[in-house]
Nanobody, 125 residues
Framework: QVQLVESGGGLVQTGDSLRLSCAAS????????MGWFRQAPGKEREFVAA???????DYSDSVKGRFTISRDSAQNTVSLQMNSLKPEDTAVYYC???????????????????WGRGTQVTVSS
């Protein structure tokens, strides 16, 4: 059974940093793309960042320059370093992985076959 488990969320203040981690089990994602999405209350889930097998990364405009996605294929993990957090970053953050090799772009949620349950990030003003 494939599982993606997020960790690292919490309550922080504007300008603070957080690092989210996602641990995958049940299969390896070394040849696949992995991404982070988020969903704020009353809003649709939106793309945040993705990284593929070669290290190619993609970011939404709203987080570019502030967030950094990375992966450790040996550990089967993906991380999201979030700096200069803003109240509008408040959301539940989800880790996702594709079930097979996929070409970019990676912003469409329909590309992903596996999803974690999410971790809450709250940024107070």
């Amino acid at each position: 059974q494939v599982q993606l488990v997020e960790s690292g969320g919490g309550l922080v203040q504007t300008g603070d940093s957080l690092r989210l981690s996602c641990a995958a089990s049940g299969r390896t994602f070394s040849s696949n793309a992995m991404g982070w999405f988020r969903q704020a209350p009353g809003k649709e889930r939106e793309f945040v960042a993705a990284i593929n097998w070669s290290g190619l990364t993609d970011y939404s405009d709203s987080v570019k320059g502030r967030f950094t996605i990375s992966r450790d294929s040996a550990q089967n993990t993906v991380s999201l370093q979030m700096n200069s957090l803003k109240p509008e970053d408040t959301a539940v953050y989800y880790c996702a992985g594709t079930g097979r090799f996929k070409r970019p772009p990676y912003a469409r949620s329909s590309l992903y076959d596996y999803w974690g349950r999410g971790t809450q990030v709250t940024v107070s003003s």
